[in-house]
């Protein structure tokens, strides 16, 4: 287990509204510099929101979110400078269809971050190295395999240099092979120190990826705990029945 102490994020009361139902419930939350946080919880209880209202692509009512000792309530805050120390990776890939890889790579860093493009192709080449597609790079999305599209999608938020990464879901549309594919990616990711908030439904890379694991039901948080804590001796009665819903899939799909 790696020693870290320095925090990047830090929710303090986080509420979130859509009209009067609450979807997101008191939530404070801590995320140490170089760390892998991975969200659990069942479907619709807010895991997804918690991601987007990190990137400011949802708004919250109540609370405060610092980032690197920046309130990112101050209502002069300027997102799309936030945005690209805040990386995310959606399922849905995102690619322009029209644009090659390398395209597609390099149009965030050359359009908003002005950078000189000898220095991001270099970078963006030894990206694509390291997740196994440099020979894909004039390519167009559609000759792509979804776990390809993926990588790719990966390569583009990482070329940002944020400071953080965060994944939501982005396994979901994927057979079981593809997953594979991107799951090592990350699992590489969390080697290199990169500070990730993963939402996932993958329960073995969950427990192999993590240092901390926070689980949650109906827009709160129920417990965090290490990995291994929390998979061999789950606090509470949801969490456990959570767990052991899984625990039954995985023996039926073993029986097929």
């Not at 287990?1 to 419930?25: A, G």
């Not at 659990?40 to 209880?45: D, I, V």
């Amino acid at each position: 287990m790696r020693t870290i102490t320095e925090l990047i994020l830090e929710l303090s009361n986080v509420s979130k509204y859509y009209d009067k139902k609450k979807v997101l419930d008191n939530i404070s939350l801590k995320i140490k510099k170089g760390s892998v946080n991975v969200i659990l919880g069942p479907s619709g209880c807010g895991k997804s929101t918690l991601l987007r209202c990190l990137n400011g692509l949802e708004p919250i009512q109540e609370g405060n979110i610092v980032f690197s000792g920046i309130n990112l309530n101050d209502k002069k805050i300027k997102w799309e400078k936030i945005r690209q120390r805040i990386g995310m990776v959606f399922q849905s890939y995102d690619l322009f269809p029209n644009m090659t890889v390398i395209e597609n790579i390099l149009l965030g860093p050359l359009k908003v971050q002005k950078r000189d493009k000898s220095e991001v192709l270099a970078q963006a080449e030894e990206l694509l190295e390291k997740v196994g597609l440099a020979d894909r790079k004039n390519s167009y999305p559609k000759e792509l395999s979804g776990g390809q599209k993926q990588r790719i999608a990966i390569v583009r938020a990482l070329c940002m240099n944020p400071e953080i990464m965060l994944f939501d879901e982005v396994t979901a549309a994927l057979d079981p092979e593809m997953v594979m594919e991107v799951l090592e990616v990350m699992l590489n990711l969390a080697g290199q120190g990169i500070t990730m908030v993963i939402v996932t439904h993958e329960m073995r890379f969950a427990r192999a990826i993590a240092d901390k694991i926070i689980f949650m039901d109906e827009g709160k948080i129920c417990e965090m705990k290490d990995p291994e804590t929390f998979f061999t001796n789950p606090e509470t009665e949801r969490a456990k029945l959570f767990l052991n819903k899984f625990t039954y899939i995985e023996n039926m799909k073993r029986r097929d």
